[in-house]
């Protein structure tokens, strides 16, 4: 039962990735994904969000209108479409599914991708 981050790579500012969170061993479809970044010597932060109930989105000001959470459910994925990178976009990116159950909060964590935007 795990969370398995993808798509991390090197880019060049201005780029273009796309990250995936696929999960095995449950299904993604009751849990709300958040993605969540560490640039080196920072503390983690919260970027994106979707619901799992509605599929309402949510994003940090700082990616606003340059980054896409979507979900597949067939697919058992989210995904984080990332457009016009910033070097301050360099980070370890995670991603993170929490379910509520009555008082049972389950929740994941990803391993990580690492995303270098540098020319």
């Known amino acids: 039962v795990q969370l398995q981050a993808s798509g991390g790579g090197l880019v060049q500012p201005g780029g273009s990735l796309r990250l995936s969170c696929a999960a095995s061993?449950?299904?993604?479809?009751?849990?709300?994904i958040g993605w969540f970044r560490q640039a080196p010597g920072k503390e983690r932060e919260w970027v994106s969000f979707?619901?799992?109930?509605?599929?309402?989105?949510y994003y940090a000001d700082s990616v606003k209108g340059r980054f896409t959470i979507s979900r597949d459910n067939a697919r058992n994925t989210v995904y984080l479409q990332m457009n016009s990178l910033k070097p301050e976009d360099t980070a370890v990116y995670y991603c993170?599914?929490?379910?509520?159950?009555?008082?049972?909060?389950?929740?994941?964590w990803g391993q990580g991708t690492l995303v270098t935007v540098s020319s």
């Open positions: 993170n599914g929490v379910m509520w159950v009555a008082t049972l909060r389950y929740e994941y």
């Open positions: 979707i619901s799992s109930s509605d599929g309402r989105t």
């Open positions: 061993g449950f299904t993604l479809d009751y849990y709300a």
